[in-house]
């Protein structure tokens, strides 16, 4: 994956009414009904480059993903 899903390819997915934050060539999609503060801190958690922390490396996938920019999708529990 080369980058981030375009914005108008996110809508017709998710809907006009979806929550997206870019942030370094990442889209937080937001679909759990965050607070400001929880989209904050899904962020601040990009821009420290914490987001590849949970990327297992025993996992081909994982590692091919790591460092490159992707969806990031929150749902609703």
Do not use: F
Not at 2 to 28: H, K, W
Not at 37 to 65: A, F, H, Y
Request: proline share 5%.
């Amino acid at each position: 994956m080369t980058g981030a899903t375009p914005l108008n390819q996110l809508t017709r997915v998710y809907g006009r009414n979806v929550i997206v934050s870019r942030v370094n060539g990442y889209n937080i999609i937001h679909l759990d009904n965050p607070t400001e503060e929880q989209i904050k801190q899904r962020m601040k958690e990009v821009l420290d480059s914490q987001i590849d922390n949970g990327l297992e490396d025993n996992c081909p996938l994982c590692q091919t993903m790591k460092g490159q920019p992707c969806d990031i999708v929150y749902y609703e529990q």
